[in-house]
């Protein structure tokens, strides 16, 4: 079977479309920062994406990334950082253009095949996430940050962190740690592990009009983070996120108490907004539902959060010594917390 790169062209510079027979593909162009989002990038996917699916001719549609380091590291969050400072730009029209294109991929009405290579964050879960097949690799990193940065998990991914096993996804969102390909199986970010070499193959077979389903590859890989379940299910019930940092920090396991210091990193108000929204997204039916949760919290975010100095601290200068609003999350005022969802 042909498995030959097809000829790409690119509507913007940082994104490559093609027509490889009936599969039509597009690939995020923007390798050095790990194909960070730009507003162009999202509008052009949102284009292409509707054209292929009004293109009769096209059966699916598949997503990767160029170069080596991974699929996506999400939204750039630098640029919408400046806009802040300057005043100038759009940042809650970059979050409505981002959410309404995770919902356009959710509902998307033709097979949509992502190839969650590298690292996959932020973003590039909205981008892969929400589609019908959702490939990893043994190179696959998986993390949701965004508490790390002063913001929380948005692109609809607690639709699935508050639906995986025991409290697995609520320690995901709220730390932000990295994960294997094989934990994003087991938390739903993902369905089944293939060997990175296979994708050209599954692109060919797809090309031809093959379906494709999670027979292509492992669905049930070990997971080390289920393995982890004992004292992640312990620590990570109920709604008190100082509650939570202090039975982790107290734990035997420790594995537990390096969680808590990580929590301790990360802005506490970010912090105790992802948990209050992550239940309420246990309530809600629909990855749209999380979406609009999320752009009522972004829009929030872009006066009176942590954003601007955790991109500052972590992506600016680089100095990873934000400075919190709160010395920690007994100081958050869960009124303020509430706020924020509008």
């Not at 790409?8 to 390798?31: D, H, K, M, Y």
């Not at 097949?133 to 993390?143: G, M, N, S, W």
């Not at 939570?244 to 396991?253: P, R």
Request: charged share 20%.
């Amino acid at each position: 079977m042909l498995t030959d790169e097809p000829d790409w062209t690119a509507p913007i510079e940082e994104l490559l479309v093609a027509r490889q027979g009936s599969l039509g593909r597009i690939r995020l162009n923007r390798p050095r920062p790990i194909n960070a989002l730009t507003p162009g990038m999202i509008a052009a996917i949102d284009s292409q994406l509707r054209a292929f699916a009004a293109d009769t001719g096209i059966t699916a549609v598949a997503l990767d990334g160029a170069g080596e380091r991974g699929l996506c590291s999400g939204a750039d969050v630098r640029t919408i950082r400046d806009w802040l400072v300057s005043g100038e730009g759009d940042p809650a029209g970059f979050w409505q253009a981002e959410y309404a294109l995770n919902a356009l991929i959710a509902e998307y009405p033709k097979p949509y095949v992502a190839f969650m290579d590298g690292i996959v964050m932020g973003g590039g879960i909205g981008l892969s996430a929400h589609g019908s097949l959702r490939l990893v690799t043994d190179r696959t990193q998986v993390a949701m940050p965004e508490t790390g940065i002063g913001f929380f998990p948005d692109v609809g991914a607690l639709y699935y962190l508050s639906r995986s096993p025991g409290e697995t996804g609520t320690h995901l969102a709220l730390t932000g740690v990295s994960v294997t390909g094989a934990d994003a199986i087991a938390v739903g970010l993902a369905d089944a592990l293939i060997d990175p070499a296979d994708w050209p193959e599954l692109c060919a077979r797809l090309s031809a009009g093959e379906p494709l389903d999670t027979s292509v590859g492992e669905v049930a890989p070990a997971s080390g983070l289920l393995a982890q379940r004992d004292w992640i299910d312990a620590c990570y019930a109920g709604s008190d996120p100082a509650a939570i940092e202090a039975a982790l920090s107290m734990h035997t396991d420790p594995d537990a108490r390096a969680a808590a210091g990580t929590l301790t990193s990360r802005s506490p108000l970010s912090v105790a907004v992802a948990l209050a929204a992550l239940r309420r997204a246990a309530e809600m039916t629909s990855v749209a539902q999380v979406l609009d949760q999320d752009l009522r919290l972004g829009t929030a975010f872009m006066a009176g959060s942590d954003f601007v100095e955790g991109v500052r601290a972590v992506l600016v200068d680089k100095d990873n010594a934000p400075q919190w609003q709160h010395g920690s999350l007994a100081e958050v005022d869960q009124e303020q917390v509430q706020a924020l969802f509008g």
